[in-house]
């Protein structure tokens, strides 16, 4: 068996998709889902993709990506697969060593498995990916914490907030979707306690209209929500984020079911609620469900 493997972008982004594809049972990417992955990552580096080719077939294929977050400086695994057909045969180690070796050399001491805030397609390692459970830990992973994702079905419910909308603008409080006007104001808001949302929010403001809806008490911008921030098109809600000033009137609700109805027009059966840490907020406003599990997995890198 030749195996090569292959360092920078994909050659053929279309059969990397289908790759994927087809080697992920419980994950579909297709071709502009994957242009988003690599090319719209704020760190987008081609030095940390790799691909395995036999024959001029893809058999293996791995991502990563290079980030500072408060402190630390991470690397992780974004995106992985090997062909079924050639799995345990040391393809998926190749990949990985290569991978490893370039995070380390651009300064990465902690690394991490498909968690990656900014940009991510999971938030970790869904166990029913025992394989690949089982790999990162032979890597020297180990799991630290879960993370979960909800889904809701946007034909259970009624999403539309008129009602509440009316009642809060007597108390001096206004909803609307955002203009790209409102970028500054924004960003200053993110940067209260949400800087690491700032991408997300990002990508929503590039839709036409804006996939960002806001609220404004006193005329100052204290709350937003977003869709289609990440996995753009699978109908990802998330994320968002109501001020201290603001909080205790009921605006997350709002501003939650305003995305779902966004979501709902256009033509998604179900929002999908990302790594979510208030799940009894969303099981109560909007019906969701936990619908998966991923497990977060580390690898401290010893520096001498
Ligand atoms: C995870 C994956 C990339 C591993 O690729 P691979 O080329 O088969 O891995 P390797 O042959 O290099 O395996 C190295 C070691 O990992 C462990 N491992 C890999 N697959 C395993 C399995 N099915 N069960 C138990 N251990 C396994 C073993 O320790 C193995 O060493 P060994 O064969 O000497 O025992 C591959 O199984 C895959 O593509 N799975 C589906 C896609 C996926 O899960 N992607 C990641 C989503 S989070």
Redesign the pocket.
Known sequence: MQIKISQGWPEDMEATARFLDR???YDSINTDLLQEKLYEDPYADPQLCFTAVEKGDIC?FLYGVRRDIRGVAYGYVKL???DAS?????????LYQKAEKQLIDKGATCLR??DVPLNYF?PG??PR????Y??AQ?MGFKKFDESLNMITDLGAMDWNTQKEEKELAKKGVKVRRATPENRKALSELLETEWELWANEVDMAMKDTPPSVHIAFIDNKLRAFSVHNGNNKGTGWFGPMGTHPELRGLGMGNILLKRCLQDMKNQGHTHAIIPWVAPVSFYSHYVKAHINRVFWRMEKQIKTS
């Open positions: 080697n992920w049972d293996g992985m697969a090997v050639k799995r345990r045969q040391k393809i998926g180690t190749q498995w498909y999971m390692i869904d990916y025992t394989a690949a089982c790999f032979k």
